[in-house]
């Protein structure tokens, strides 16, 4: 079955900076879009950033705009999230997902816990 492993996560001060990765095996990386999402706590799931197969395409929600960045290896199966300028407002649990039309993923890891605070 498909897997996807995050990790990368933990605790950081506001303005502070992480990169998050995702390892992905048992399918063909390469052929699918991938993307981020995220869950605060008490919040449901926010679409954060996607990727096409690719790499060569990306788009962000505009609440990460201009401080994440969404890359890809495809030689190496993985998936990364770059958080710079981070905010307390980007605490939450990252996932990240295979794309599939009509729904945010089909495939999700288990996630890995960013935490902003002072």
């Known amino acids: 079955q498909v897997q996807l492993v995050e990790s990368g996560g933990g605790l950081v001060q506001p303005g502070g900076s992480l990169r998050l990765s995702c390892a992905a095996s048992?399918?063909?990386?390469?052929?699918?879009?991938m993307r981020w999402v995220r869950q605060a706590p008490g919040k449901g799931l926010e679409w954060v950033a996607d990727?096409?197969?690719?790499?060569?395409?990306?788009h962000y929600a505009d609440s990460v705009k201009g401080r994440f960045s969404i890359s890809r290896d495809n030689a190496k199966n993985t998936l990364y999230l770059q958080m710079n300028s981070l905010k307390p407002e980007d605490t939450a649990l990252y996932y990240c997902?295979?794309?599939?039309?009509?729904?945010?993923?089909?495939?999700w890891g288990q996630g890995t816990q960013v935490t902003v605070s002072s």
């Open positions: 997902a295979r794309a599939w039309t009509g729904v945010l993923g089909d495939y």
């Open positions: 990727i096409n197969n690719g790499g060569g395409s990306t």
């Open positions: 048992r399918f063909t990386f390469s052929a699918y879009y």
